[in-house]
């Protein structure tokens, strides 16, 4: 992408940031090009180091000890021109140790912004048109392990702001998605019925050796716990095939455990190796034609559920938040539990809430009509 950025702009100003920067700052500032490297603390200073964009006759780094970094920075982002749904951001780091994932080294320990700043960037947003905010981090159920508080309690004060029509959890850990906030989601008209729950592997042999937090057996319990207070959840799950380790046997047992739970879609990933991980050095990695195989098999098991999921909405009547992307005359929305909805553009505007009537399903978006009547929630 850094290499596609140069060939293709002329002669930029280019600055790499990020995680890959944080991690291997040598390696990017070697690409011929690069003007400036900086690390996750120094990025929030970008402008203090860019100077008046000349470019130098080597590129200059910028990159502290991840255990210096402490601060948010900007903590909310929104799509180039879409007043729909923000994305704010909550808490950053992580003091898990997973064995695939390199996160601890590029983003620091967990660490929050108080709910006050939380609420109060949220209202900012709702001040400039966003109806819906989601919560991101990079383990936003760890929330507030530095500040008193948790994620239950700002779910809690977010609900309060005047103007914010919903609240969206992004993705949060099995083992942190207490009883209480399940309960609450379940009975507060604002939480979107939505949750995204990693899984990674569906073998508890393979979990151990991701070092994961949990049991298939815990797992499923939630998974059904969820299933049986919001009928209409929408479940994502994040799943790593490929593993090191993960024999046939271990494969088809994870893709049983699967195809048994009643969720809404996959995300798949094909496990690769990072440096300084400790499954990078483990025994009896996978070919990589053999992960490429799983994942194939994954996300044709995470395209029939989610056509499943699609096809239970038919004849339903749901609130759609609509966006402003226009494909073909029609215009996309979401609903709360996250189902894609196609509605005619010259009946309905961007950033509206309307009740829609769920009529069929068209590949990967259901399709609806606009109904007078209140939708259900």
């Not at 700052?25 to 180091?49: C, M, N, Q, Y």
């Amino acid at each position: 992408m850094v290499r596609r950025a140069i060939r293709t702009s002329g002669n930029p100003f280019v600055v790499v940031t990020g995680c890959y920067a944080q991690l291997e700052p040598a390696e990017v500032a070697s690409i011929k090009g690069v003007d400036l490297v900086l690390g996750t603390k120094e990025k929030f200073d970008i402008f203090d180091h860019v100077g008046g964009l000349e470019k130098k006759l080597y590129p200059q780094v910028f990159v502290s000890g991840i255990e210096t970094v402490d601060n948010f920075g900007v903590s909310y982002t929104t799509a180039v021109g879409d007043r729909t749904r923000a994305f704010l951001k909550v808490q950053d780091g992580c003091d898990y140790n997973c064995s695939f994932c390199t996160i601890p080294l590029a983003r620091g320990a967990s660490r929050s912004q108080t709910i006050e700043a939380s609420v109060t960037q949220a209202q900012e947003l709702v001040l400039h048109g966003f109806k819906e905010i989601t919560l991101t981090g990079v383990n936003v159920g760890d929330y507030g392990k530095n500040t008193n508080a948790n994620l239950l309690q700002l779910l809690h004060e977010l609900v309060t702001v005047d103007g914010l029509e919903r609240v969206r959890i992004s993705s949060i850990e099995p083992n942190l998605l207490s009883d209480e906030m399940i309960a609450f989601v379940a009975t507060q008209p604002k939480m979107c019925k939505h949750f995204h729950i990693p899984l990674q592997s569906g073998c508890d042999e393979i979990l151990r050796l991701m070092r994961r937090r949990y049991t298939t057996t815990f797992y499923a319990d939630l998974i059904h716990h969820i299933r049986g207070l919001i009928p209409e959840c929408g479940i994502g799950v994040d799943v790593i095939t490929g593993f090191p380790g993960e024999t046939e046997a271990h494969f088809k047992a994870a893709l049983q455990f699967i195809e048994g739970l009643p969720v809404s879609y996959l995300h798949v990933f094909t496990y690769s190796e990072r440096p300084n991980t400790p499954a990078a050095g483990f025994g009896n990695q996978i070919e990589p034609k053999a992960r490429f195989k799983r994942n194939e098999i994954l996300r044709e098991i995470g395209l029939k559920k989610k056509r499943s999921f699609y096809l239970s909405h038919i004849g339903r009547r749901v609130p759609v938040l609509t966006e402003s992307d226009v494909e073909g005359g029609v215009r996309f929305g979401f609903t709360d539990n996250y189902v894609r909805v196609g509605l005619p553009a010259s009946l309905v505007g961007a950033n509206e809430i309307v009740a829609v009537e769920i009529t069929g399903v068209e590949f990967d978006k259901c399709m609806g009509r606009i109904v007078k009547e209140k939708a259900a929630a």
